[in-house]
């Protein structure tokens, strides 16, 4: 183990939960650095939400260890850790005000004015009870409640789900400036995009694994994707699956895309050699990077195919 990750705000080690027959996290392990952004993408059932609940303490961990600046998890911790929940953990019979008065009495660093502003900027009001509120107006009470603690962490399990964008934006602005004020967050999306925007680090999750992490932009640097167009349909090109460099290649009539990483000038030769009308090599972008790295195995087209990955 680095230094680094010794001292990490939060660090996750060889994490594996199973239900029944369904390894839900394989041998997970990530760490994120005190003031990070880290977000935690996958695919339907990759087994994030189960991760967080195993980190919290909310299920059972078959194996491995997380640690909050060194400690495993403590119930005092919850004084400067947020979690909010994919489903968020309201009472339905309590408003939108008794939440907020139920957090000013429980947490110490209760902020009333942040909530006020919070309540402001989500515009819901706070004087309904909760099941008078929409499902987006839930998630900004239970994002108001989580961010008006101050907190050291934060864990968010789909923090934009049922936000409209603008909303959403705000979430994002909200834990760039937490991030900003020193606290750590750790949050899982479907929203590439905002994962883009958002996070300094990230983790892609497949079947219970992490299948690629990394800093943002060392993935972007390293990751490239290779584009060629051909006169007729796109030839065979010897060695390109085998290529240890290449993740993912998707041949569509005349155009053949390769998902590169750590380089692939030999990749690139190897195109060239077989004569294309056209050859680019571009950065990818984070979705791209994403669908590599969980191949395509769920929408199988046509002539598509993952390559092994490194
Ligand atoms: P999504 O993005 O769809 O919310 P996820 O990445 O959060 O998915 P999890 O909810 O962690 O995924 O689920 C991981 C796997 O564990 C899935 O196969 C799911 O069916 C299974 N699973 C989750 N919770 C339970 C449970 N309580 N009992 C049995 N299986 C479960």
Avoid at 32 to 57: D, E, H, P
Wanted: glycine share 10%.
């Amino acid at each position: 183990m680095t230094t680094e990750a010794a001292t990490a705000a939060i660090l996750v080690q060889g994490l594996a939960k199973s239900y029944g027959s369904t390894q839900a996290v394989d041998g997970l392990s990530f760490d994120v650095s005190k003031g990070s952004i880290f977000g935690l993408l996958g695919t339907n059932g990759a087994g994030k939400t189960t991760t967080f609940k195993c980190m919290l303490g909310l299920a059972r961990a078959s194996a491995g260890s997380v640690l909050f600046s060194g400690q495993p998890l403590e119930a005092r911790m919850f004084e400067s850790l947020s979690y909010v929940p994919e489903q968020p953990a309201l009472y339905e019979w309590m408003t939108g005000r008794e939440h907020l008065e139920f957090a000013r009495r429980s947490f110490r660093s209760y902020d009333p004015a942040i909530a006020q502003h919070l309540v402001e900027l989500f515009g819901f009001d706070a004087r309904k009870r909760v099941k008078q509120l929409s499902k987006g107006q839930k998630s900004a009470l239970a994002l108001t409640l989580a961010f008006a603690i101050r907190p050291q962490t934060l864990v968010l399990d789909e923090p934009s789900a049922g936000l409209d964008p603008v909303h959403q934006r705000h979430v994002l602005d909200l834990m760039i400036d937490a991030a900003a004020g020193g606290a750590t967050i750790l949050f899982s999306s479907h929203q590439i995009g905002q994962v883009e925007r958002a996070a300094d680090h990230v983790a892609i999750m497949h079947h219970g694994k992490a299948v690629l992490q990394g800093d943002v932009e060392q993935l972007r640097a390293d990751e490239k994707v290779i584009e060629a167009t051909f006169d007729g349909a796109v030839p065979t090109i010897g060695g390109l699956d085998a290529d240890t460099h290449v993740r993912r290649v998707t041949r569509q009539g005349r155009l053949l895309r390769v998902y590169v990483t750590g380089g692939g000038n030999g990749v690139a030769s190897a195109i060239q050699s077989a004569q294309p009308t056209s050859l680019r090599v571009m950065n990818q972008n984070l979705e791209d990077i994403f669908l590599a790295a969980v191949g395509d195995d769920q929408h199988p087209a046509g002539d598509e195919q993952a390559a092994p990955r490194a």
